[in-house]
């Protein structure tokens, strides 16, 4: 069974300064890990994918298969970026796929 | 041009009334699936759908019964509502449901039982 782990519910920065969003999995075959993005009072979507392996917003995700993490990391917070961070991991496959959110990390920029 | 819309966006209601979100999406997409996100922000999937099919039905009480009458459309429906139901329902979409898709999500309704 797939199961994350976001083990920071409450994050909190300056502004320029680096920050990293912990994301640990459990996983049965290969993961499907996704980062998403809630800004306040608006709608869920899409950060990035661990397959596409590219940079938004500046920030980046590598799966480290060792640690099975999937941490997100931007090395200069802007205050823009406070919002609600989710690391689901997907299914594998199938017409029962489904992302499971959970609590998620509030990340908060702070001027 | 809105994906994925929801109505209501607010509802505000008494305990024990029934009431209907409804979700629409314009993607094409053959899936469909409901969120309840509590006031702890914790999300948490509910139903899915595929192609007017329910997939995915997590331990969700009874008195939710979800409805797919074509594949862009999946509303919601509550009976008897509970103070515990008050949150933030989202509906999202993908393409076919498969591992990997990116899921679209609606702006939300925020639910509110007096």
């Known amino acids: 069974a797939q199961r994350v782990t976001q083990p920071e519910k409450l994050l909190s920065v300056f502004k320029g300064a680096p920050v990293e969003l912990k994301c640990n999995y459990s996983?049965?075959?290969?993961?499907?890990l996704f980062w998403y993005v809630q800004y306040s009072r608006q709608r869920l979507q899409l950060l990035l994918r661990h397959i596409s392996r590219e940079s938004i917003k500046g920030f980046t995700a590598d799966l480290n298969k060792g640690e099975t993490s999937f941490h997100l990391k931007k090395p200069f917070a802007q205050e823009e970026d406070s919002a609600m961070y989710y690391c689901?991991?997907?299914?594998?496959?199938?017409?029962?796929?489904?992302?499971?959110f959970g609590k998620g990390t509030l990340l908060t920029v702070n001027p | 041009d809105t994906a994925v819309s929801q109505t209501p966006k607010y509802l505000v209601t008494q305990m024990g009334n029934d009431k209907s979100i409804k979700c629409e999406q314009n993607?094409?997409?053959?899936?469909m699936y409901w969120y309840k996100q509590d006031s702890k922000k914790f999300l948490k999937i509910m139903f899915s759908?595929?192609?007017?099919?329910?997939?995915i039905n997590e331990t969700v009480p009874n008195r939710f019964s979800p409805k797919s009458p074509d594949k862009a459309h999946l509303n919601l429906h509550i009976n008897s509502l509970e103070l515990g139901d008050s949150a933030v329902y989202f509906c999202?979409?993908?393409?076919?449901?498969?591992?990997?898709?990116?899921?679209?999500f609606g702006p939300g309704t925020r639910l509110l039982v007096l």
């Open positions: 689901p991991p997907g299914g594998s496959g199938g017409s029962n796929y489904k992302l499971t």
């Open positions: 996983y049965s075959g290969s993961p499907e």
């Open positions: 759908y595929n192609n007017k099919e329910l997939i």
């Open positions: 999202a979409s993908s393409p076919g449901g498969g591992a990997g898709e990116t899921q679209y």
């Open positions: 993607l094409g997409h053959d899936t």
